[in-house]
C-alpha cells in the first residue's frame, strides 16, 4: 500500500496566487479555463485498497494540465470575444442538470475534449461518456469518460471528481473532508478504486466491444485550510499548486471579526468554481452582530473562496 510520507515545506495560499481563468471576461470561459488551469489534487495515486485486483490508477501531472490550457488558450480567447461563445453555453445548458457543480465539471472536460479535438489541439477523441455499469439487471455505477489517444494509440478511461475539502490536521487523505464529514478524498478514492475503476471492457454504441487500456483519475476543486494554521506543510500526493484557500469556525469569532464583511458574497451554484460578478448587485449587505454566529457555507472574500463551518472543527472520528 502506498502511504503518504515525505512533506514538502511550503507557505499556504501558494496556489491561489495561480489565476489564469480570471483573464476572461464570460463566466462560462472562465470555468473552462478553471478546470483546464487547475492541476489534479494528486500527484500519485495511493492505493488504499490493495486487494483489489486492477490495473494500475494514474494521474496527469501539473505539467500536463498547463499543457492543455495553454494550447487551448486561443481558443479560449475566441469563445470570451466572438459568438463563438453561444456554442459553449448551448452545449452547457443543454446537459442534465448544468447548476450541479459535478454536472458542470464533467459539461466543461466534455466540451473541451470534443471541441478541442475537432480543433485539432489534443489528441483525445471521447468514444463513450456515461457508460452504465450492471450487475444483472442492476445498475451499479457508470464510467464517466471512455477516450481514444490517437497520440500513443490507447484507450483511456477517466473518472472525474470535482471537491471543495476542508483539512485539519495531521493533512492525510481522510481528514480533507466536505460539509459533509462522510465525504472525504480517502473514501471518493476508495470507491472509485473499487467501483468504476474495475471494468475491463465496455460495450460502446459506436465503437462495439472496446478494452479500456488505461486508467486516470481526474479529481479537481479547491481545498481549505484552517485559517488559524500557519504550519501546514504540503504532504508529497498532494499538488503544490491546488487552489487552496481557508476556513472559519463559526464560533471562532476572534477570526471573524477580522474578516471585511462588506467584501463577503454567498456563493451560488456553479460559481463555486469561479466568482460571478453580476451577481454583487443583487446581494443583501452582510451584517452580524457581536452575538450572532455567521452563516455556514462558501463565501468570496475579494474574489477568493473561504468557507465558515459551524463547528468547532471538522469532525474527524467518522472517516471510514
Given at each position: 500500500?502506498?502511504?503518504?510520507t515525505?512533506?514538502?515545506?511550503?507557505?499556504?495560499?501558494?496556489?491561489?496566487?495561480?489565476?489564469?481563468?480570471?483573464?476572461?471576461?464570460?463566466?462560462?470561459?472562465?470555468?473552462?479555463a478553471?478546470?483546464?488551469a487547475?492541476?489534479?489534487?494528486?500527484?500519485?495515486?495511493?492505493?488504499f485498497?490493495?486487494?483489489?485486483?486492477?490495473?494500475?490508477?494514474?494521474?496527469?501531472?501539473?505539467?500536463?494540465w498547463?499543457?492543455?490550457?495553454?494550447?487551448?488558450?486561443?481558443?479560449?480567447?475566441?469563445?470570451?470575444?466572438?459568438?463563438?461563445?453561444?456554442?459553449?453555453?448551448?452545449?452547457?445548458?443543454?446537459?442534465?442538470?448544468?447548476?450541479?457543480?459535478?454536472?458542470?465539471f464533467?459539461?466543461?472536460?466534455?466540451?473541451?475534449?470534443?471541441?478541442g479535438?475537432a480543433?485539432?489541439?489534443?489528441?483525445y477523441?471521447?468514444?463513450?461518456?456515461?457508460?452504465?455499469?450492471?450487475q444483472?439487471?442492476?445498475?451499479?455505477?457508470?464510467?464517466?469518460?471512455?477516450?481514444?489517444?490517437?497520440h500513443?494509440?490507447v484507450?483511456?478511461?477517466?473518472?472525474?471528481a470535482?471537491?471543495?475539502?476542508?483539512?485539519?490536521?495531521?493533512?492525510?487523505?481522510?481528514?480533507?473532508?466536505?460539509?459533509?464529514s462522510?465525504?472525504?478524498?480517502?473514501?471518493?478514492?476508495?470507491?472509485?478504486?473499487?467501483?468504476?475503476?474495475?471494468?475491463?471492457?465496455?460495450?460502446?454504441?459506436?465503437?462495439?466491444?472496446?478494452?479500456?487500456?488505461?486508467?486516470?483519475?481526474?479529481?479537481?476543486g479547491?481545498?481549505?485550510?484552517?485559517?488559524?494554521?500557519n504550519?501546514?506543510?504540503?504532504?508529497?500526493?498532494?499538488?503544490?499548486?491546488?487552489?487552496?484557500?481557508?476556513?472559519?469556525?463559526?464560533q471562532?469569532?476572534?477570526?471573524?471579526?477580522?474578516?471585511?464583511?462588506?467584501?463577503?458574497?454567498?456563493?451560488?451554484?456553479?460559481?463555486?468554481?469561479?466568482?460571478?460578478?453580476f451577481y454583487?448587485?443583487?446581494?443583501?449587505?452582510?451584517?452580524?452582530?457581536?452575538?450572532?454566529?455567521?452563516?455556514?457555507?462558501?463565501?468570496?472574500d475579494?474574489?477568493?473562496?473561504?468557507?465558515?463551518?459551524?463547528?468547532?472543527?471538522?469532525p474527524?472520528e467518522?472517516?471510514?
Open positions: 500500500m502506498t502511504k503518504p515525505a512533506q514538502r515545506t511550503s507557505t499556504t495560499d501558494n496556489a491561489s496566487t495561480y489565476t489564469p481563468w480570471e483573464q476572461f471576461r464570460r463566466p462560462y470561459v472562465r470555468d473552462l478553471y478546470v483546464l487547475c492541476p489534479n489534487v494528486l500527484t500519485q495515486w495511493l492505493d485498497a490493495p486487494h483489489q485486483n486492477n490495473s494500475p490508477i494514474a494521474v496527469h501531472s501539473t505539467n500536463f498547463q499543457a492543455q490550457f495553454d494550447s487551448y488558450l486561443i481558443r479560449l480567447q475566441e469563445l470570451d470575444t466572438t459568438p463563438d461563445y453561444q456554442q459553449l453555453t448551448r452545449y452547457l445548458l443543454t446537459r442534465p442538470s448544468p447548476n450541479r457543480l459535478g454536472f458542470h464533467e459539461g466543461l472536460l466534455s466540451f473541451w475534449l470534443t471541441d479535438y480543433h485539432g489541439l489534443h489528441p477523441e471521447i468514444v463513450a461518456s456515461n457508460v452504465q455499469l450492471y444483472g439487471k442492476q445498475t451499479i455505477g457508470e464510467l464517466d469518460l471512455v477516450l481514444y489517444n490517437h500513443h494509440k484507450t483511456e478511461h477517466w473518472e472525474l470535482i471537491k471543495f475539502f476542508m483539512g485539519s490536521a495531521p493533512f492525510a487523505p481522510e481528514n480533507w473532508v466536505g460539509i459533509n462522510n465525504d472525504n478524498l480517502q473514501r471518493k478514492m476508495v470507491h472509485m478504486q473499487t467501483k468504476q475503476f474495475c471494468t475491463l471492457w465496455i460495450d460502446t454504441e459506436d465503437h462495439g466491444r472496446v478494452k479500456i487500456d488505461k486508467r486516470y483519475a481526474v479529481i479537481k479547491r481545498f481549505f485550510l484552517p485559517i488559524n494554521n504550519d501546514f506543510v504540503y504532504p508529497d500526493w498532494l499538488a503544490i499548486s491546488f487552489p487552496m484557500h481557508r476556513w472559519y469556525d463559526g471562532d469569532k476572534a477570526n471573524l471579526v477580522a474578516l471585511d464583511i462588506a467584501t463577503l458574497r454567498p456563493a451560488h451554484y456553479i460559481e463555486w468554481f469561479t466568482k460571478r460578478d454583487d448587485e443583487r446581494q443583501q449587505p452582510l451584517l452580524w452582530s457581536q452575538n450572532e454566529v455567521p452563516v455556514s457555507g462558501l463565501y468570496f475579494n474574489d477568493k473562496p473561504l468557507v465558515i463551518y459551524p463547528e468547532q472543527e471538522v474527524v467518522d472517516k471510514l
